[in-house]
T-cell receptor, first 113, second 115 residues
């Protein structure tokens, strides 16, 4: 079945620093890939997604490119803000049961002024 | 995207009692809903898939008789934690499944504390 691996946190950055959170996956075929964000005390929100190889998802200054050669979907942002402090989850559909999604372990990001 | 609400957002109950958590899809007809639990600083663990008008499908290791799920309408699914114990204390999150590239819309979560 499909699986996802994500870099361990926590990650602490100063405001305006560059962010990379690594995500790699194993999957049958080329499933859609997602990044979800969870702000403190809240549920998850979809941050961005890519539905096919070489697609780039982007939202709120975050980007991730679906790279099938390296089976990766790394999340990047050029200049983080304090408000970006949250937990970020990489995710993809679970095998052929496309309704289900599996999540990486999450990476906690803290941005300090 | 769909707007999903959960009620209550926070509940404390005594050991041995039952607690019901509601998940509502406010603007989307949710044929499929999912229930997750999340322990502090951990990822989401899928507990069950809730299908409108039929029995829920539970993931391996999840006790069906302890976590009762009802999905009687296209807008409401409920999770009842029966005979709660302190180890059931967790953050419970529901989501609505869509056919839009497998994207899910999540509720804000319910924090359950069992004393």
């Amino acid at each position: 079945g499909n699986s996802v691996t994500q870099m361990e946190g926590p990650v602490t950055l100063s405001e305006e620093a560059f962010l990379t959170i690594n995500c790699t996956y194993t999957a049958t075929g080329y499933p859609s890939l997602f990044w979800y964000v969870q702000y403190p005390g809240e549920g998850l929100q979809l941050l961005l997604k890519a539905t096919k190889a070489d697609d780039k998802g982007s939202n709120k200054g975050f980007e991730a490119t679906y790279r099938k050669e390296t089976t990766s979907f790394h999340l990047e942002k050029g200049s983080v803000q304090v408000s970006d402090s949250a937990v970020y989850f990489c995710a993809l559909p679970l095998g052929t049961s496309y309704d289900k999604v599996i999540f990486g372990p999450g990476t906690s990001l803290s941005v300090i002024p | 995207g769909a707007v999903v609400s959960q009620h209550p957002s926070w509940v404390i109950c005594k050991s041995g009692t039952s607690v019901k958590i509601e998940c509502r899809s406010l603007d989307f007809q949710a044929t499929t809903m999912f229930w997750y639990r999340q322990f502090p600083k951990q990822s989401l663990m899928l507990m069950a898939t809730s299908n409108e008008g039929s029995k829920a499908t539970y993931e391996q290791g999840v006790e069906k008789d302890k976590f009762l799920i009802n999905h009687a309408s296209l807008t409401l699914s409920t999770l009842t934690v029966t005979s709660a114990h302190p180890e059931d204390s967790s953050f419970y999150i529901c989501s609505v499944g869509t056919s839009n590239g497998y994207e899910q819309y999540f509720g804000p979560g319910t924090r359950l504390t069992v004393t």
